[in-house]
């Protein structure tokens, strides 16, 4: 019900761009603006609008700029599949991407732009002001790989080696985030050819650490990444009034889009608890306080806060235990116990009532036990949650881009830190399938893995998305100053 609300509303808005547009268009005879205008009003039209294309003028211009975009694409493919490759062979854990955003920073100077570097430590961002007036929109790559070993016979295999949290570890593209960089350099390039006739400014951003640090342990007070970016103010001048990102996954077919409106990722927090009992013989149990049965009972407990506390009608939410240290000998019982584990959530209300919930059932249950718990929540990465009105104004341009070849993507359970950007403006993260067309989906390797692997037809299809995302929308909503 709320979601046929926010279509109405967004209709109405593209509608008064539209007008916008119809005005400053001399060829159109008058009669016509006002049948166009008209045609447009009330409920009915509304109805027909939401999936109708642009009036026939506006639609020429945006028409005209996807063909250069899909020309430009293609033509670009080898420069586009190069650069992947040299990231890929290169890659740098989050934090320390120096070369890669010296690259990413020397692509965007050669075309021109406006180029920031340093951003949120290693970040770059990057302003292309179109040669006429409109507004603001922004994309979004991320830079960083993974401490994974790379298991794969292609010829730009990583055989790079990093420090991950002072352990010296092999690094990978596992996420796909090389993918990301080079279409989005790829994407600036197209809409830099086209500058002079582009209705308002794009802006780019590269961040780093999407992944998290990998210099140090998230704390609760330290940042990084994209919410690092926009505490620095990256989002400040220019302000986008929309941004836009995509993420390559395995599982999809190659070249497929696969989106949903609202929640689309999970929230993401540390879960730290520790159990301090009091040591003892373990043939003498009741000379101490035991805190291994305690951190199991209460491992017991935290399984019923999602599934009895949880209102999960709406959307679903996790509470996992990773891990459990305690103890050092058969016969000792230990002072203290430490587990550690996540919460996920789709939902910023449900997310803190987990959080009091969590924190009650494990204090309560070592309460009972005559033992005491610490327990630190760290709040990592929000909900990713796409803009339901933008998602429905840009499934146009998805298909397009994709050749019709759009799918509901369902919620994801993993998280991501666009969702920090899309706090500031209106946000549209899209997944673009990577996983040969030949192959059972099921079995890919999923992102993080060694064996993951990118399908590098895809690439232009992200190219497509990202530039013509910011192309229709700057058509759409573009007016005369
Ligand atoms: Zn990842
Ligand atoms: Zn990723």
């Known amino acids: 019900m709320a979601d046929r609300v926010t279509i109405v509303v967004l209709v109405s808005s593209e509608q008064l761009s539209w007008r916008r547009h119809i005005m400053q268009l001399p060829t159109i005879p008058h009669k016509l603006l006002f049948s166009l205008i008209c045609g447009l009003s009330g409920h009915a039209a509304i109805a027909v609008a939401a999936s109708a294309p642009l009036p026939a003028a506006i639609s020429a211009a945006a028409d005209a700029t996807r063909s250069e975009i899909a020309q430009q694409a293609k033509a670009l493919e080898p420069a586009l599949l190069e650069t992947r490759r040299d990231i890929h062979a290169h890659p740098e854990l989050g934090n320390v991407e120096k070369r890669t955003g010296e690259l990413v920073a020397a692509q965007l100077r050669a075309l021109g732009l406006e180029v920031r570097t340093g951003v949120a430590r290693t970040g770059v961002v990057a302003i292309l002001k179109g040669g006429l007036p409109g507004p603001v929109v922004a994309l979004r790559a991320d830079m960083d790989a993974l401490p994974v070993k790379e298991v794969s016979d292609l010829p730009f295999a990583s055989h790079s080696k990093g420090r991950y949290l002072d352990k010296d570890v092999d690094v990978m593209h596992a996420c796909g985030h090389d993918a990301h960089t080079a279409i989005l350099l790829t ?173 009650q059932t494990v204090e309560k249950i070592a309460e009972s036990g005559g033992a005491k718990a610490e327990v630190t929540i760290i709040e990592k990465y929000d909900p990713t949650i796409n803009d339901a009105g933008l998602t429905e104004k840009m499934g146009p341009t998805l298909r397009w881009a994709a050749q019709n070849d759009v799918t509901q993507s369902p919620l994801v359970g993993g998280a991501e830190d666009f969702s920090f950007f899309a706090k500031e403006a209106p946000g549209l993260f899209v997944f673009l399938g990577i996983t040969p067309r030949g192959q059972d989906m099921a079995k890919a390797a999923p992102n993080h893995n060694p064996g993951f692997f990118v399908d590098e037809s895809a690439l232009v299809v992200g190219v497509r998305t990202m530039a013509s995302l910011a192309t229709d929308y700057l058509y759409a909503a573009a007016a005369p100053r």
């Open 187 to 359: 994407t600036a390039k197209i809409l830099s050819d086209m500058r002079a006739r582009l209705p308002g400014t794009v802006v780019f951003y590269f961040q780093p650490a999407e992944e998290g640090p990998s210099d140090f342990v998230p704390d609760g007070k330290n940042t990084w990444g994209a919410k690092m970016m926009v505490q620095e103010g990256a989002m400040k001048a220019p302000k986008p009034e929309a941004v836009f990102g995509l993420h390559v996954w395995a599982g999809i077919p190659a070249g497929q889009i696969a989106y949903r409106a609202g929640p689309t990722l999970a929230s993401s927090d540390d879960l730290r608890i520790r159990i301090l009992g009091k040591q003892t013989h373990a043939g003498r149990p009741w000379d101490g306080i035991d805190p291994i049965t305690v951190s199991a009972e209460a491992l017991v407990g935290l399984q019923t806060v999602v599934s009895r506390r949880t209102d999960i009608s709406s959307f679903p939410s996790v509470v996992s235990i990773g891990t459990i240290n305690g103890g050092t000998r058969y016969n000792i019982i230990p002072e203290s116990v430490d587990m550690t584990g996540t919460i996920r959530s789709y939902d910023y209300g449900i997310r803190q009532k987990l959080h009091a919930n969590v924190r």
